[in-house]
C-alpha cells in the first residue's frame, strides 16, 4: 500500500533544505527555518504540539517553538525527515498516514509557491486521497467563514457542497489538490476558477482568499 506521508514528507523536506533557513513561505509571518521548527514541535513534543490549535495554549507552544527555530536549521530538517519519534503519539500504526499526508502535502507548497509556481501534477492515487480528505478538512476550515453557498468542483464533475447559504451561490473549480489548498487559505496560489455573480464573489472574498484574476472574470454559477 502507498505511503503518501512518507513521500509527502521526503518532498517536503528536500524543498526546505533546498530554500535555506530564510527562504519564504505562504504561512504568515514564517520564514522556513520557523515551518521547520513548526514541523519537528507538532511530531516531537507533545507538551506544546496542542497549542497549535488551542488558544489558551498558544504562548507556550510559541516560546518551545521559537527556542527549536534558534537551532542549526540543517538539524531541524534532518529531525523532521527521520520521521516521528519513537514515543510520538505520529508513530503510531496508521498515524502517520492519516495525520499527516495533507499536512506535508500542503506545507511542501507553502514553500513551493512562495516563489514563482505552476500547478503541481499528481498521481491518480494521491489526488483521490486528497479528494477524499476534503469534505471534512473543507466543512471545518471554510464553513463557518464563507457567506455564500459554496461548491467545490472537480473538472471530471464530481462536486462538494461546502457551505449552504441563503445568499447566492458560488462554485470554486480545480483539481483536487488546487481545491485542497484553497480550503486551507491559499487560494490566492492555487489554480481554481471562480464562478458566480460577482457580488457574490466580492462576499466570498471578504472571507477567504481568492486568486487575483477571479477579481473581474465571475461569471453566472449553475
Not at 181 to 208: I, K, N, W
Amino acid at each position: 500500500m502507498s505511503n503518501h506521508a512518507r513521500g509527502e514528507r521526503e518532498r517536503l523536506a528536500g524543498l526546505l533544505a533546498a530554500a535555506g533557513p530564510d527562504g519564504p513561505t505562504l504561512c504568515a509571518g514564517w520564514r522556513t527555518r520557523d515551518l521547520a521548527a513548526h514541523l519537528v514541535v507538532r511530531e516531537g513534543r507533545p507538551d506544546a504540539a496542542p497549542g497549535i490549535q488551542l488558544r489558551r495554549l498558544a504562548g507556550w507552544t510559541a516560546r518551545v517553538q521559537a527556542g527549536y527555530a534558534r537551532r542549526p536549521y540543517e538539524e531541524l530538517v534532518a529531525r523532521f525527515a527521520a520521521g516521528p519519534p519513537r514515543l510520538s503519539p505520529f508513530a503510531l500504526p496508521g498515524a502517520d498516514e492519516a495525520a499527516n499526508t495533507v499536512e506535508y502535502f500542503v506545507h511542501a507548497e507553502d514553500v513551493r509557491r512562495a516563489v514563482a509556481w505552476e500547478p503541481r501534477p499528481l498521481g491518480p492515487a494521491l489526488a483521490e486521497v486528497l479528494w477524499r480528505r476534503l469534505p471534512m478538512l473543507a466543512r471545518f476550515e471554510l464553513g463557518r467563514r464563507t457567506p455564500v453557498r459554496l461548491v467545490l468542483d472537480r473538472p471530471d464533475g464530481a462536486n462538494l457542497t461546502v457551505a449552504q447559504r441563503r445568499a447566492g451561490s458560488v462554485r470554486v473549480t480545480g483539481e483536487p489538490a488546487e481545491l485542497l489548498l484553497f480550503a486551507f487559505g491559499r487560494g490566492a496560489q492555487a489554480a481554481v476558477t471562480v464562478r458566480g455573480p460577482a457580488d457574490e464573489v466580492a462576499l466570498l472574498r471578504s472571507a477567504v482568499a481568492l486568486p487575483a484574476e477571479s477579481a473581474g472574470s465571475a461569471g453566472s454559477a449553475e
